[in-house]
C-alpha cells in the first residue's frame, strides 16, 4: 500500500513562493505517474500537474503553466512542486496523488497540505 505524506504548504503574500513535497512509502516514484491536484472551499478538486514514470515528461494546467514546476527525486522517493509568482486564487488544500506500477489512472492520495496566498 503506498501511503503519500504532503508538506511545504503555508501561508505567503501574494507574488511569493513555496515548495511542496510528497514523501511516498511502500512504492517507488520512478514506476508511477506522480501528480499534484488542489480543491479550494466550494470547488471541485482540479488537476495542477503531472509527471510521467516513463520518460519523466511533465504536463500542467493552463493556470499554472510558466509559473509551477513539478520534479522528481527518485534516490528520495519524493515528489516536488515548486510554486512560483503565487496568486490568491492558488488558495486550496494541495494533494499529492500515484498510479499504480505502470499504470495511468491516480489511485493514491495524500491527506493534503494547506496553501494560502494573501493580497
Known amino acids: 500500500q503506498v501511503q503519500l505524506v504532503e508538506s511545504g504548504g503555508g501561508l505567503v503574500q501574494a507574488g511569493g513562493s513555496l515548495r511542496l513535497s510528497c514523501a511516498a512509502s511502500?512504492?517507488?516514484?520512478?514506476?508511477?505517474?506522480m501528480g499534484w491536484f488542489r480543491q479550494a472551499p466550494g470547488k471541485e478538486r482540479q488537476f495542477v500537474a503531472q509527471?510521467?514514470?516513463?520518460?519523466?515528461?511533465?504536463h500542467y494546467a493552463d493556470s499554472v503553466k510558466g509559473r509551477f514546476t513539478i520534479s522528481r527525486d527518485n534516490g528520495k522517493n519524493t515528489v516536488y512542486l515548486q510554486m512560483n509568482s503565487l496568486k490568491p486564487e492558488d488558495t486550496a488544500v494541495y494533494y499529492c496523488?500515484?498510479?499504480?506500477?505502470?499504470?495511468?489512472?491516480?489511485?493514491?492520495w495524500g491527506q493534503g497540505t494547506q496553501v494560502t496566498v494573501s493580497s
Open positions: 496523488a500515484a498510479t499504480k506500477n505502470f499504470a495511468a489512472e491516480y489511485t493514491y
Open positions: 511502500g512504492g517507488t516514484v520512478s514506476r508511477r505517474g
Open positions: 509527471i510521467n514514470w516513463r520518460d519523466g515528461s511533465t
